[in-house]
């Protein structure tokens, strides 16, 4: 019989298995936009971690940082230097 | 509540960490674009923090509920008191991660404008290019 | 490449080798039983109305341990956060002198009405957070975060006149952002100050009353708790993170012509 503590949990195991996931697709794509994008879905998936791990004050600041000013500066960074990476 | 199930789960998480550390890490080692850098090394900092959080986490056993360290009883009696001890997680790493994520978006905005100056001084903000610019300035500085 | 082959493969090895040891119990049991003895002490001692002379008047655990059993912590990591803005601010110093005489538009009248509304509830959350610090999870440094949403909110949808238009200027910024570290610097040691002048005797970072120094900042308003200097931290600190924040995206978010006239005569020797 599964109660809300086991599914706690296993929701913290399938945030932290796609944080990789995100992670791993935020080094390897070429575009610098959807890096942007990706790790602030890799966020998201941080700061539902956090909640569950009983933080409530990092969440507090960890989704106002993370997912509202990190993009939005990375993309405005993006917008000034160019948005593909090149390969030599 | 499976107890089995708990700790798995949790190690689980220890180890996904572990593969985002390794993987932010060589995105900052060996990508050439100062952009993905930054990101990069943005995810390395929030999974440091992580795992400064799980630090101060316990088990959950029967009987005992887990709360966050914050006192909901304005009037607490020792009975209450010895409950909340019993029950709240550590409010310690809290309190240390609460000022290094502030700290590090102000560092990150520092890392930020240099990225700027950089892209408008070379314009690329590829590091082996940037190399290759300075060696041939060097050569012809020595000729 | 294979710079970068040798690296990913070292990498893998330790990745392996600690995933090992954790699963074999290299850390001990995951999660621990129980808390480490100096958090129970804090968790105890934060509101504990019989132990008057250790406790902090907070019933959050996390804002005691920030602002009064390690302030001292947290008031050097604010210089830390002062160097770092303002190491930031001097990359383009000369931005701030140069008016801008073209004016945005802006996005359209449907994205510039909501972003109002948008607005106007993120400032009051930041508020409420900030000054909620020390009964409810929150506080200075959340507060202020997420109140540096709104500004680079308006900054985007109304565009830099927005900002020049109501007076909000480079300088008033500054001078708010300065203004409160330096309270912040003073809620610290007013009480050593109050005791040098009445003769009591009293510590730097002193929040309540202790057993060789009876001064102490007011562990209640009415009925409800402040916190004592707890509360006037949070302030502070609320205004100093917002106002920092707000000052570099005011840089960041000029114009391209803008930021490369910090780069004019560098041919000449930079």
Known sequence: MMDYVDLVFLIMGISALSSVLFTFLTVKTKDLMYAVVFSSVQSVAYALIYFLLLAPDIVLVYVAVSVGIYPLIVILLVKKVGRYEVVT | MDIELIKFMFMLTTISLYFNVAISLYGVVSKTNLVKKLIALTIFQDTVNMFTILIGYKLWRPGLLLQPPVLTDLSPTSETLREFVERSVDPLPQAFVLTAVVIGLAVTLFLTTIILHVSYHFKTVNVDEIGRSKRVYIHEEAV | MLRDLVFASLLVIIILALTYLTYSGGLGDLPPRDVRVIASNYLNLTYNQGI?????????????????????????????????ILAALTLFRSVSKVPEF????????????????????????????ALHGHLTPGGGFQGGAIASVAPLLLLVVFGKQFFIERRISYSKLLTIRNASLALLGFTSVALLIL????????????????????????????DVPLGGSLFFFNLFEFLAVASGFTLVFTILLSRDETLRKELEGEELGY
């Open chain 3, 52 to 84: 008057t002379w250790l406790w902090a008047a907070s019933p959050e655990a996390v804002t005691a341990i920030v602002w009064d059993y390690r302030g001292l912590d947290t008031l050097f990591e604010t210089v830390v956060f002062y160097g770092a």
């Open chain 3, 102 to 129: 073209v004016s945005s538009a802006g996005l359209s009248l449907v994205v510039k009405r909501v972003t109002a509304i948008v607005t106007l509830a993120i400032l009051a959350v930041a508020a409420s957070t």
């Open chain 3, 195 to 222: 005791g040098f002048l009445t003769g009591f005797q009293a510590y730097i970072f002193q929040n309540q009353a202790k057993t060789v120094s009876t001064l102490s900042y007011p562990p209640y308003l009415l």
